[in-house]
């Protein structure tokens, strides 16, 4: 398991907070999670006690990456998150994946027992403490004031989806996507551009995965998290292209809530609409049965593409600093 270097426990949401590998022949994979701490931006115990998908977790250890040759996954991670909600995932190098997403309950600790070094002090000074000595978290607080309940909640939901990279051709006067075929029978818009080829889709979610497999997977109806960065590298010829996409929260969860509703199951095309000689790009959801693909909103997401590592396109609202696509 994941032994986090400091107190309180600050990471990106997923990521380990520590390099302790499991060894699996001194220690088998684990059959229960018992758990008790401190939410100290509410000033807050929370405990779980639950029995863990041993069969899933061994399944999963057992995955092999079929480039290295070495196991898929070398952590167990969890997550603590405010209001008591509690993720487990298994990490590696390429992918991570959320086993479980959990819910504790509210718990008292006498101060004396959690901090026996320092048996007389009080719950506020111990939260006080700490979030007076982060500049970023209490300026976060007094500005922002907690988040809100269910936010995590919406990280986590998952929902069915594949990435759907439609090279296409921009017709600005109609303002609508052709297919090459249909754009051959239009000399103006067809020209003699070569087809794109698509080497690969990687992504990072708002539950805290990774995919980075370029094995396809990414490209198959599956049930993840709200994209929250994306990377999509295809080939004109011998001209690499790479497009950087940053998703907004607030703005891809609005997208996805409407579109989905309550049905979450439901197998949905995130569709990546690309023109690069024309520099047009755009994002959409599309299901069977609709008339045409929901536009996501320009707002909701920002953009920078590479062509050949030089730096050919960034959507007017980009803001990320410098070297940010590096993943």
């Known amino acids: 398991m994941e032994i986090p270097k400091k107190y309180p426990f600050q990471g990106e949401w997923g990521q380990p907070l520590s390099r302790h590998l499991m060894n699996r022949e ?22 779980i006690e639950k029995m863990l998908p041993v069969e899933r977790l061994e399944e999963l250890f057992s995955q092999q990456d079929e480039e290295s040759g070495e196991p898929r996954f070398e952590h167990i991670v969890v997550g603590m998150a405010p209001f008591g909600g509690v993720a487990l995932w298994l990490h590696g190098h390429r992918k991570s994946v959320l086993v479980q997403w959990l819910q504790a309950e509210d ?7 959690f901090m026996p070094l320092n048996p007389t002090v009080t719950l506020d000074e ?14 976060n607080l007094v500005v922002n004031g907690l988040p809100a309940r269910h936010l995590y909640d919406k990280y986590m939901q998952q929902y069915c989806y594949r990435y759907l990279v439609l090279f296409e051709l921009w ?9 090459h075929q249909q754009a051959d029978k239009n000399e103006d818009t067809a020209g003699d551009q070569p087809l794109p080829q698509l080497e690969f889709v990687e992504e990072t979610l708002w539950d ?22 994306l990377a999509v590298q295809w080939l004109v010829k011998k001209t690499q292209y790479t497009a950087y996409l940053w998703l907004d929260d607030e703005g891809i969860g609005t997208a996805f809530e409407r579109f989905y509703g309550a049905h979450c199951d439901t197998k949905v095309d995130f569709i990546i609409h690309i023109d690069a000689e024309k520099k047009k790009y755009q994002l959409a959801l599309y299901r069977y049965g609709l008339p045409e693909p929901v536009l996501i909103s320009d707002e909701a997401y920002q953009m920078i593409v590479f062509k050949n590592k030089f730096e050919c396109y960034r959507s007017e609202n980009y803001d990320q600093p410098r070297g940010s696509w590096v993943w």
């Not at 059959?31 to 405990?47: A, G, H, P, Q």
């Not at 017709?171 to 297919?179: C, F, G, S, T």
């Not at 997977?217 to 998290?225: K, S």
């Open 26 to 47: 001194e220690y088998p994979v684990p059959r229960k999670l018992d758990l008790v701490w401190l939410s100290i931006v509410e000033r807050k115990f929370y405990s």
């Open 107 to 113: 718990t008292q600790v006498d101060m004396k027992d």
């Open 171 to 179: 017709d600005e006067d109609n303002e609508q996507w052709l297919k």
């Open 126 to 139: 111990n939260c006080d403490f700490y979030i007076n000595n982060d500049e970023a978290v209490s300026e």
């Open 208 to 229: 805290g995965t990774h995919d980075k497999l370029h094995d396809g997977g990414l490209l198959n109806y599956h049930m993840a998290g709200k994209p929250k960065k």
